[in-house]
């Protein structure tokens, strides 16, 4: 008998099932099932292949018009052109030496290719072809939903569809296999929701799109349900731990650091370390993310919750993404303390504390040393990377963690802080990338968040630009004039691409995790020629139209000290021009610096780039940021970039980067949701679902904290947990 568990090695033959298993993670029958049609091919929709970006990988539907043999010219073989089309629009398919003998005139298919583009026309060499039964067929061919999955190479979408049809033929067989429903039955009548068996069966087997609509809403509230239900109890254990209360005291650290600031808090600023100051002061532990635009002062904020703590007794941990980041935090604190960071040293103010960097790459003494200060509590304010918590640093009583430029924070890591003292401290996330609504109740559902929407006053700003150079090569050269302007002003400059360059890996594989792979689908890059690289592109520059200015490299394959060195170098004004990965993404404060070129713009999401030119948007001066792509203005691609540049506001960027990396992929073979385990929900639609499950998810746990009456959804709620099918949730 087939059960969910039944491998599919079982059911399709090792050498499919072992295909599916490395390029789709689809292991056993549960897995099967729940690999979703990316979408559903229907007559008359070529004419969305006009939106279609040469390089991405697509699978149509259509009717083979006409078939033409004939020599190659220059070369031995045969060339067959075929022309397909739907009705609506039509596309060329072109295949060397090949002839399928079932490639009529007449004949519907469906034909997957990777887009490429011939005088003006969009065509596929060599596609996969799954001609579809006899052309008497055609009319029902015609007008029926036909699923198409994300496939691979060599695992295509109609092979998929075959070994769907061995594991359930009928609704009934769907029935028997999946009767085991993670809604219980009371939800689903609440909700108007129909069982597992019949919204899986129709999502694979759709008459109409009303079907597929159904399907969905059903298959959603799955997902909803499972996450909203760990989330509820993860928030439940969390409130049973009690923290250490670290109230605000008068005439402390505090007052001192407000005394010794250069300007005034904004409005912002002052509010929202009212409700941390509160929060702190509670001895249940608080749990915040803190979202500001980039540039609004985060860090100050974070000091001085650093200072209420440390007046309090108890020690603070700053934890930076990068240590390039973490050196930067731990200089621009003391320095900002002065006096008041360097207790126990000559010129130190006894009334202070101690500011201690500690990161993998201090020697063997300095180590030693930061680890002593930090164990006996001589350092009130630690600064580190990620590493502070899982490597053996001891801390005499660690009360607060700040995790700057994060958005991901999650239980692991708390689990492992609690591992540290005798209590759990109280943690303050931080980050520049505002999250909408609904992300923050799904994703950070235990998190409760704080906005700084004021920037303080007195900023320049950043104006930006796309610069298209496919369209306007002259502007590129114009770009680097405007570089040149800017250093003879005394200003500086950064160039970002998205790779290192030389004999790197091929992508992913990064060294350090702040060179990020920019945010393009594997699939989409395969076909592209690679993205530029900061090594080539740096040494064009300095030959070229940057020649005689200071230009530096700056990326994660560099050891830390030496990043350290360059970005020290470029805040003393040393260099003019940084030509850097994304490894400035992030929090970088360099103020004198006011024009930043992205090359290869169209590699990077849209939140990474509004990030990225936050770099440039710090001082007194106004900014510039240009964005170079190859993309035509009047691609999808090109339409972004001109929104990022049209667009100042953080949160409507957030959503636009929601909506294009999730929902954006529409006629390509979407497999974002695959690690995460939601795969139908969107966050960004679904917020009714989400807010419903939610409530629900409550209602069941007070009801029955172990679930005991609902074995169904207390599996899925513990398969989700189990692996790194949970990673998502601090990654998402
Ligand atoms: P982010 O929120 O991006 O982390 P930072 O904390 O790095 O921003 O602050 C950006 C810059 O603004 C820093 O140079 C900081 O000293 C300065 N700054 C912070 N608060 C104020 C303020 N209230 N008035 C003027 N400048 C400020
Ligand atoms: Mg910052």
Redo the contacts with the bound molecule.
């Keep these: 008998m087939l059960t969910l568990d039944t491998p599919l090695a079982k059911v399709v033959g090792d050498r499919t099932a072992k295909a599916m298993a490395e390029d789709l993670h689809l292991h056993v029958v549960r897995d099967l099932v729940r690999h979703y049609p990316s979408r559903y091919a229907r007559r008359g929709e070529m004419t969305a292949l006009t939106d279609l970006q040469v390089g991405d990988r697509v699978t149509v539907l259509g009717q083979v018009r006409k078939v033409d043999t004939r020599p190659m010219r220059n070369r031995r073989g045969s060339i067959t052109e075929v022309t397909v089309g739907d009705g609506a629009g039509s596309m060329r398919l072109v295949f060397f030496n090949h002839k399928h003998a079932r490639m009529v005139v007449g004949a519907w298919g469906l034909f997957a290719g990777t887009v490429s583009s011939w005088h003006g026309q969009l065509q596929f060499n060599h596609p996969d072809c799954q001609l579809l039964d006899d052309a008497t067929d055609a009319g029902e061919w015609a007008s029926a939903m036909l699923p198409i999955y994300p496939a691979s190479k060599n695992v295509s979408s109609w092979v998929l569809q075959k070994s769907l049809k061995l594991v359930f033929a009928s609704p009934e067989t769907a029935d028997q296999l999946l009767d085991a429903d993670p809604v219980p039955a009371p939800v689903r009548r609440r909700h108007g929701l129909m069982p597992l068996a019949r919204a899986i069966w129709l999502k694979h087997h759709p008459e109409t799109p009303e079907d597929v609509e159904q399907a969905d809403h059903r298959l959603k509230w799955d997902e909803a349900l499972v996450l909203q239900v760990t989330l509820a109890a993860r928030r439940r254990a969390a409130a049973l731990e009690p923290g250490i209360a670290r109230p605000r005291r008068a005439g402390g650290l505090v007052d001192a650091v407000d005394r010794v600031l250069p300007?005034?808090?904004?409005g912002g600023?002052r509010e929202v370390g009212e409700a941390l100051a509160a929060e702190i002061g509670r001895e249940q532990p608080m749990h915040r993310l803190l979202q500001?635009?980039?540039?609004?002062?985060?860090?100050?904020v974070a000091l001085r919750a650093m200072a209420q703590v440390v007046d309090a007794g108890g020690q603070a941990a700053l934890l930076a993404p990068t240590e390039v980041l973490a050196a930067q935090h731990a200089r621009?604190i003391a320095g900002l303390l002065g006096p008041l960071g360097r207790a126990g040293e000559i010129d130190g103010d006894p009334a202070g504390t101690r500011v201690t960097l500690l990161t993998g790459s201090l020697r063997a003494a300095a180590r030693r040393t930061a680890l002593a200060e930090v164990a006996d509590g001589r350092a009130g304010i630690v600064v580190g990377t990620h590493a502070l918590l899982s490597e053996g640093v001891e801390f005499a009583d660690l009360g607060l963690v700040v995790v700057?430029?994060q958005h991901r924070f999650g239980v692991e890591q708390r689990d492992r802080l609690r591992a540290k003292g005798a209590r759990p401290p109280h943690v303050l996330v931080?980050t520049?990338t505002p999250i909408p609504r609904t992300v923050a109740m799904t994703v950070y559902g235990d998190l409760e968040t704080l906005t700084?929407r004021q920037l303080?006053?007195?900023r320049g700003g950043v104006s930006s630009s796309v610069v298209p150079v496919g369209e306007k090569p002259a502007w590129l050269t114009r770009a680097w004039e405007r570089v040149r302007e800017e250093v003879a002003q005394g200003r500086q400059a950064y160039v970002v691409c998205p790779r290192i360059g030389d004999d790197e890996a091929a992508s992913g594989d990064q060294p350090d995790d702040a060179d990020g792979a920019p945010e393009v689908t594997a699939e989409a890059a395969a076909d592209r020629r690679p993205p530029l690289a900061v090594l080539d592109v740096a040494e064009q520059l300095r030959s070229g139209p940057l020649a005689g200015l200071r230009v530096e490299v700056l990326h994660g394959r560099l050891a830390a000290e030496e990043k350290e060195a360059r970005m020290r170098a470029f805040a003393a004004r040393e260099v003019d021009v940084l030509v850097a990965t994304t490894v400035i993404e992030v929090?970088v404060?360099v103020?004198n610096a006011t024009v930043m070129v992205v090359m290869d713009a169209d590699r990077f999401g849209v939140s990474q780039l509004h990030q990225l030119r936050?770099r440039v948007a710090?001082g007194k001066h106004p900014g510039l940021c240009l964005l170079v792509s190859e993309a035509s203005t009047s691609s999808s691609t090109g339409v972004r970039l001109a929104q990022v540049a049209a667009t100042a506001d953080g949160f409507e960027l957030a959503r636009l980067d929601l909506e294009t990396r999730r929902e954006g992929d529409v006629l390509g073979a979407a497999q974002s949701g695959r690690r995460s385990g939601v795969k139908l929900l969107s966050l960004l639609r679904d917020e009714d679902v989400i807010a419903q499950a939610r409530s629900e998810a409550a209602a069941l746990l007070e009801a029955d904290l172990g679930l005991a009456a609902h074995p169904e959804l207390a599996a899925a709620v513990a398969a989700l947990n189990a692996g790194d099918r949970a990673d998502w949730l601090e990654r998402a």
């Design positions: 300007f005034e808090l904004t600023q500001g635009e980039v540039g609004s002062g985060k860090t100050v621009g700057d430029e931080m520049a700084l303080p006053a007195g929090g404060d103020p936050g710090r």
